[in-house]
């Protein structure tokens, strides 16, 4: 099927829209989100419905459970969605926002504003509740928007879509604004790579599958959400009864995230005394655990790491262990292993934070605190587009601000050079 032609044609409807959208008013964006929110939680039965489709059809693939979890959706869920929308409304628009503003020695007055950055197209895996965070964001932010959604929840996304972007028009968004590509052939999305002349950039939101292809194959410039090999190391001189808590909190909350702790790293100084009891809170809670020669000392359901174990993004009840000499030890670790995302020690030394701090090259690095917050409404961003972790334009939870470009506004009264 010629994907390139109907990819080329929604591209064009999101670019038309795009620009009177970028010009609409603060109050007509907050009420189609306050509207598109009201829809969510009119609709939710019709949502559900849909949703039940996709997690029957991701059982009998035999998807693992913590995929399942973020598939499946529930009356809760939504209307989580639906506050995050509302919250987005609440939000100050930085569309317009003057960043600086300089008068020149010649009378020119130069004003640097924000403004949005037009079309955004958005790849993404099985999270249908991405599908309404990154509405709302684009839009609060001016810009149109062309979703392309997993295909293990095509299903929920399309009703998810008809009843958000219909609720949206009947606000006053332009019609064009939202578009979900609606095929699971994955073509669409080599199509999708090279619409340059609708698309401002893409942004892939999944595994380092899907962010590799993207990357090696957009024609369209990428803000790179990154995988999260996330590390906590739980120094010599923690309170190990706060290490305990965090280390269970930054797996097992919610282990198909891309903020879960995938490797525990621990010095050898309080190994004897923390590993024990630790490993067998991971064993109750289900945790396949995955370490050192020294770890599997501690406990006999560990098994011997690999390279790859290391190196890998579990989003599951997996952990790899290893127990380090000393600090250095465990930032030469995370330096060859950590995919920037997040990173944290537990620690009552003062330096050794510091230290951490400035030597971990991540989006987020944490003293004494779960790696689970590196998300864009715990930060206060409101919902996010995801968690960047590259250093152009955006690093970290992407909010509203990520989401514009700049524009320089230059006022003269004849002036010539």
Known sequence: MDYLSELTAKGKNAKQAG????????????????????????????????????????????????MLDRLALTENRIQAMAEGLRQIAQLPDPIGEVLSKERRPNGLEISKVRVPLGVIGIIFESRPNVTVDATGLCLKAGNAVLLRGGSEAIHSNIAIINVIAQAAYKAGIPVGAIQLIETTDRQAVNAMLKLKSYLDVIIPRGGAGLIKTVVENSTVPVIETGTG?????????????????????????????CNTMETLLVHQGVAEQFLPAMLSLYQQAGVELRGCPETMRYHETVKLA???DWAT????????????GDLDEALDHIHRYSTLHSEAIITQDTNNAMRFQQEVDAAAV?????????????????AEIGISTQKIHARGPMGLAELT???????GNGQIR
Request: charged content about 25%.
């Open 19 to 66: 620009r009177k959208l970028a010009t609409l008013s603060t109050a007509v964006k907050n009420q189609a989100l306050v509207s598109m929110a009201d829809a969510l939680e009119q609709e939710y039965r019709g949502i559900l419905t849909a949703n039940a489709i996709d997690v029957d059809n991701g059982r009998a693939k035999g998807l693992s459970e913590s």
């Open 229 to 257: 090999v996330c590390h906590t190391f739980v120094d010599e001189s923690a309170d190990l009864d706060m290490a305990q808590a965090i280390a269970l909190n930054a797996k097992i909350s919610r282990p198909g995230t």
């Open 306 to 308: 690999s390279d790859e």
């Open 313 to 324: 993004e579990y989003l599951d009840f997996i952990l790899s262990v290893k127990v380090v």
């Open 366 to 382: 944490y003293v004494n605190a779960s790696t689970r917050f590196t998300d864009g409404f715990e930060f206060g961003f409101g």
């Open 405 to 411: 470009s700049i524009k320089y506004l230059i006022a």
